[in-house]
Structures are given as structure tokens and as C-alpha cells.
């Protein structure tokens, strides 16, 4: 009977399908009778995944949740059928229908069994994937079957351990750290053996992740060092990117920038995490250099995917890469092909450019396409902004603080603020109502922010890392708070929050911020209204204003060393080494 309606399924026409009744009547005699040929298995196989939801209804859809877990997940010839059918499927560019996937999803069950190949487990979870059906249950399922006792993960090749950690990143579900331990272990003494495309899938899984395995990027590094030469275009971009994201936030300036930026988290760099940062970094340069002579046949994508891996690394050397993929992105009709997601990419690597590349680099590479910047700030202001109840209740804190002070008038809180034209968004901005130009930015960076094995073992991620270089580059004052030091404060009083506040405001505070002795910006001696006129001419460039900015030119307290000896006008003028992009 379950032959019968399969096949009716498969049939060319509405007409051809059978009636709810009897197809539900099928599943359910499957269901019932414990017993399933491998010939009738197949044939449900390469039809069930395919079935038009309008042949199951209510009826069949009730009915297949019935079926016993080793027909769909088992570890029969029926399971790895069907799995294997949805991964190609998905391959194929095809998805079964979401409805279908969802009552999958839905049987009711603890899991596939463990003696469950890991290959048909790892085909399951990217068809899943691949149809871009929510079921965060399903990926739970998973990992308890994958870890858990009598787990065959061991056994599995580096295929499916790297099609099983792209499910995870591409169904945006964070896999466990023990699940992605397992694969690490199992992966990385295969790796010499397998392709390129196997170890930049599990480059890119891992990073998207946020689960820096050292063992597992060391062996990566050495592979892809290595097999520099031979590798295509997406691979050298994503590798880039991979180790970029990685290890870009591991340098100790990015922690604390001459009290401007103030990171929370704390913590030094070791001797092994220092020689891994530096190989990680070499690897980078290594890439990039390959990718100099190729650059200009790449894809839009690929270019901007590796200028901002780049960056990310401050990576300026060899400066022929840049130029090189600075003029393919000045090709005819190039700029129609890089949506809204790489503009914005470019977007920062331009302002990256102006403010710590050598001067040089950026006077031989030009201007970013005036077209091309406005949409990729377009982009970064169209982004959305999730604002989790830990930011909500640090912004309360904040606005408690701000009462507190003097007369409970002097400091001003804006939650969820945009500075330099609203290019970057900050969870909250603290200033003074009488000199606004008196600020400091606050961020409750959480797991996202950072990698690492755990708190307070983390470092920022290469994203987070260019994000505080570049606002402390632009001469805004910063504190990072981490989440699991905000997280222990759930339960402690008002008093203590507020404390805990003050104490990490105050390396990043101006003088009289806090204990409402601020004086406003009209009574500040010439010298402070000059101080005061460049900060606001740094959070908000004129048009004229946006143009290079060579290196090495800001110290740490934001200002030129031109400024510095008053070079700037009365009016707060950013000199020439301040023009920003």
C-alpha cells in the first residue's frame, strides 16, 4: 500500500495522486506494521521528500508524525535513504517541501538512533539547512545523537564532519562546543588527505561558530600554507576571512587604546597565543600575496571579501594585492554586481584605509567610487539592530547613573545611538548636557563579539576588533563591557551595578563627567574649546573632511600631532593628517 501511494505520488499530474484517506492509510500501515523492504524504503525515498503538501492534509500529515523514528532517522535502509534524497536534493538546488521537512522535524522523538552513520546524520542536517527551515529541535536532536553515548563520529570522514559544521553555520544555529570538539578531533588528522573546498568549508563553519579551536586552525594553517598555490579564488577569499575573524582581535592594542578604548574582559596574550596570532597573520600575507597576480579576474564578492580580511588583519604589505583588487573594482560593470552586504564592506575598508594603512597605500589606490560608498553606508544604516534584554537593563543602569550625578540633569543617555554619520551603532552614548561634545560610548559586547574557549579565555572577534580600532581612531572615547561580567551582576542591587559602572567609565571619562563638575563648553578655557570643537569636527567630518588620513599620525588621545602643537584652528578644522574618508 505504501508502494502504491508513493508511486501515485510520483505521478505526472494533480489527478494522479491519491486521496488523503489512502495515503494516510499507508503511512499508517508502515507505521503499524514494523516492517519495511529495502525496495519499498526506496521507492518512498525518492518520492516522500517530493510530495506536494496538497497530497498529504491534515490526515497524512498526522499519520507520518506516527511513523516509528527508524524509518525516517533510524538506523535503517529506509533512514539513509531518505537522507541521502534530501541532501541531494538540496545539492541539486531543489528543497523539499517545507511542510514535509517541518513534520519530519515534528515525530516526536528523542533523536536518530546512535548507530546512525554520521554521513546520512551530516546529509540530514544540510538539506535542513539548505531548505531554510527553522527547526532548532531537529539540530538538538542531533547533537545528542552525535555526542552522545555510543556516538560513531569517530568514524566519520572529513566530508561529512565538514558538511555537518556547514549545516550548523548555514542554519545559523550555534553548535554546542562539545559537538564542535568532536569534529575538531576527528578532523584535523585527516586533513592532509582532503580536498581544498572540505577544509575552507570547515574554516568558515568553525569561524561563523565563534569556536576557536587552536589544534584544528594550527592544521588548517599548515594545509592551506601549503597548498597556497593551488587554490581557487573562494577558498583563498574565505581563508582570508576565516583567519582574519579568527585571530584579528588577538592583538593587545585592541584591548586597551591609551584609555580610550576600554575593554572589560582583561587579559594578556601568552607566549603560544602570540606565536598562533603571528602565524595566523603570516598565513594571511601568505594568501594575499598569492592572490596578487589572480585578483583582477575575481568575482566582486571574492575582492571584497578579501580587502576586508585585510583589513581586519591590518595586512597593508604587500600593497600590489591592493592595488590590484582596488582597480578590479574599478572595472566597467563592476559595481553593479556587488550588492549591499560588500559595499558595506568596502565601505570599511576605505575608512580603515584612511585612518592606519601607510599613507602611501592609500594616496596610489584613490577614493572609493563616490557610488559605491553611499550605498554601502546606505547598508549600514538599513541594518538592524537587535537589542537583547541585557543591553536594555545596562541602558536602565546607565540612566540610573546619569541621575545620579550632581542634580540628576547633567548627563544624557541615548540607547542605541549612531555616530559618524550613523555608520556605526553603539548600545548607548553617555554625554553632558551642558558640553555634548564630552562622550564616551558604551557596549555590552556579547558571545557573539568574541572567540575563544570561554570566558574569560576570549579575545574580540576580527569584526568587533575593527570596529573599536576604527571609533578610537576617530577620536571617540569607548568602554566594552563583557557579558558574563554584566550577567553576575543579575541579582545584585541597583547600588552594586552602579558601581560596577562608575569603576569602568571612569579610565574613559572626561575630566568632571561623572561627579557633575563639567563645566559647560562656553566656560572652558580656549584651549579646552579647541579640544572640544576637533571632537565634535571627529564625530561628525564635513564632506570636505573625508579624505586620507595617513597612519601613524593619531596618537592615543585622538588628536594629530599637528593639533597638538595648534596647528588647528579655534574652530575645531580637522587638519590635513585628520581628513577622514
Given at each position: 500500500?505504501?508502494?502504491r501511494?508513493?508511486?501515485?505520488v510520483a505521478g505526472?499530474s494533480?489527478?494522479?495522486l491519491p486521496s488523503?484517506a489512502?495515503?494516510?492509510?499507508a503511512?499508517?500501515a508502515?507505521a503499524?506494521s514494523?516492517a519495511?523492504?529495502?525496495a ?8 516522500l521528500?517530493l510530495?506536494?503538501?496538497?497530497a498529504?492534509g491534515s490526515e497524512g ?6 511513523l ?7 538506523a535503517?535502509a529506509?533512514?539513509?535513504l531518505?537522507?541521502?534524497h534530501l541532501y541531494?536534493?538540496a545539492a541539486?538546488?531543489?528543497?523539499a517541501q517545507p511542510?514535509?521537512l517541518a ?7 528523542e533523536g536518530?538512533?546512535a548507530s546512525?552513520r554520521p554521513?546520512?546524520v551530516?546529509n ?6 539548505q531548505?531554510?527551515v527553522?527547526m532548532?529541535?531537529l539540530f538538538?536532536a542531533?547533537?545528542?545523537?552525535l555526542?552522545g553515548e555510543?556516538?560513531r563520529l569517530?568514524e566519520a570522514?572529513v ?6 559544521a ?6 545559523g544555529?550555534?553548535?554546542p562546543r562539545?559537538?564542535?570538539?568532536a569534529?575538531?578531533?576527528t578532523?584535523a588528522p585527516?586533513l ?5 573546498h ?6 568558515f563553519a ?6 576557536l579551536d ?16 593551488a587554490?581557487?579564488p573562494?577558498?583563498?577569499?574565505t581563508?582570508?576571512w576565516a583567519f582574519?575573524?579568527s585571530?584579528g ?7 586597551i ?5 576600554v575593554d572589560?574582559?582583561?587579559g594578556?596574550?601568552?607566549s ?14 601568505r594568501?594575499?600575496?598569492?592572490a596578487?597576480?589572480?585578483v583582477?579576474?575575481?568575482s ?5 571579501t ?6 581586519v588583519a591590518?595586512c597593508y604589505?604587500p ?6 583588487a582596488?582597480?578590479?573594482?574599478r572595472?566597467?560593470g ?11 564592506k568596502?565601505?570599511?575598508?576605505e575608512?580603515a584605509?584612511?585612518l592606519?594603512?601607510?599613507a602611501e ?5 584613490g ?5 559605491l560608498r553611499?550605498?554601502g553606508?546606505a547598508?549600514?544604516?538599513a541594518?538592524?539592530v537587535?537589542?537583547s534584554?541585557?543591553q536594555r537593563r ?7 547613573l546619569?541621575r545620579s550625578?550632581?542634580?540628576?540633569r547633567?548627563l ?8 559618524h ?5 553603539v548600545d548607548?552614548?553617555?554625554s553632558c548636557?551642558?558640553d555634548?561634545?564630552?562622550q ?8 557573539t563579539?568574541?572567540?575563544g ?5 576570549v579575545f ?9 580600532r ?7 572615547r569607548?568602554?566594552h563591557?563583557p ?8 541579582q545584585q ?6 558601581a560596577y559602572?562608575r569603576a569602568?567609565?571612569?579610565p574613559?571619562?572626561w575630566?568632571g563627567?561623572?561627579d ?6 562656553a566656560?572652558?578655557?580656549a ?10 569636527a571627529?564625530?561628525q567630518p564635513t564632506?570636505?573632511?573625508r579624505?586620507?588620513?595617513?597612519p601613524?599620525?593619531v596618537?592615543?588621545?585622538?588628536a594629530?600631532?599637528a ?6 584652528s ?9 581628513r577622514?574618508?
Open positions: 500500500a505504501a508502494a501511494a508513493a508511486r501515485a505526472p494533480e489527478a494522479a488523503r489512502l495515503w494516510s492509510g503511512l499508517t508502515v503499524t514494523g519495511l523492504g529495502v519499498t524504503a526506496r521507492v518512498i525515498a525518492d518520492t521528500p510530495a506536494p503538501s496538497s498529504l500529515a498526522l499519520a507520518l508524525t506516527a516509528p523514528a527508524m524509518l525516517i532517522l533510524g535503517s529506509a533512514g539513509a531518505v537522507s541521502s541531494r536534493s541539486s538546488g531543489e528543497t511542510a514535509l513534520v519530519l522535524c515534528a515525530l516526536g522523538m536518530p538512533s546512525f554521513a546520512a551530516a540530514l542536517a544540510w538539506a535542513f539547512a531548505a531554510d527553522q532548532p529541535s538538538r542531533l547533537t545528542h545523537t555526542v555510543g556516538s569517530c570522514s566530508a561529512s564532519l565538514a558538511t555537518l556547514g549545516a550548523y553555520a548555514r542554519a544555529v550555534q553548535a562539545e559537538l564542535l570538539s569534529i575538531s578531533a578532523a585527516q592532509p588527505s582532503s580536498p581544498h572540505l577544509l575552507t568549508t570547515l574554516a568553525f569561524t561563523r561558530a565563534h569556536a587552536d589544534n584544528l586552525f594550527d592544521a588548517l594553517a599548515a594545509e592551506l600554507s601549503r597548498r597556497a598555490g587554490l581557487p573562494h577558498a583563498l577569499a581563508s582570508c582574519a575573524q585571530y582581535g588577538r592583538a593587545g592594542g585592541d584591548r587604546d591609551g584609555g580610550l578604548c572589560a574582559s582583561g594578556g596574550l601568552g603560544r597565543e602570540r606565536r598562533r596570532t603571528a602565524a595566523a597573520a603570516a598565513l594571511v600575507r594568501l594575499a600575496g598569492v596578487e597576480p589572480q583582477v579576474e575575481w566582486a564578492h571574492e575582492i571584497s578579501l580587502l576586508w580580511a585585510l583589513a591590518r604589505s600593497p600590489g594585492v591592493w592595488a590590484a582596488w582597480r578590479a573594482l572595472e566597467p563592476i559595481a553593479e554586481t556587488i550588492d549591499e552586504i560588500d559595499a558595506a568596502l565601505y570599511q575598508v575608512m584605509l584612511s592606519e594603512a601607510p597605500l592609500g594616496a596610489r589606490l577614493p572609493l567610487d563616490p557610488a553611499a550605498r553606508l547598508r549600514l544604516l541594518s538592524p537587535h537589542v534584554e541585557h545596562m541602558s536602565s543602569a546607565l540612566e540610573a546619569a550625578v550632581g542634580d540628576g547633567q544624557v543617555v541615548r540607547r542605541e545611538a549612531r555616530v554619520d550613523g555608520a556605526f551603532s548607548a552614548l553617555l548636557r551642558n555634548p561634545s564630552a564616551i560610548l558604551v557596549e555590552l559586547d556579547g558571545p563579539h568574541f572567540v574557549a570561554g570566558p574569560p579565555d574580540p572577534n576580527g569584526a568587533s576588533a575593527l570596529k573599536r576604527q571609533l578610537a581612531l576617530l577620536g571617540l569607548l568602554v563591557l557579558w558574563w561580567e554584566w550577567d553576575a551582576l543579575a542591587a541597583t547600588d552594586v551595578k552602579l559602572l569602568k567609565l571612569q574613559a571619562a575630566p563627567m561623572l557633575g563638575t563639567r563645566e559647560p563648553a566656560q572652558l578655557p584651549a579646552g574649546r579647541r579640544s572640544a570643537g576637533r571632537a565634535r571627529r564625530a564632506e570636505r573632511g579624505q586620507r588620513t595617513p601613524g599620525r596618537p592615543r588621545d585622538g594629530s600631532s593639533e597638538q602643537r595648534g596647528a588647528a579655534s574652530a575645531g578644522v580637522p587638519s590635513v593628517a585628520r577622514l574618508v
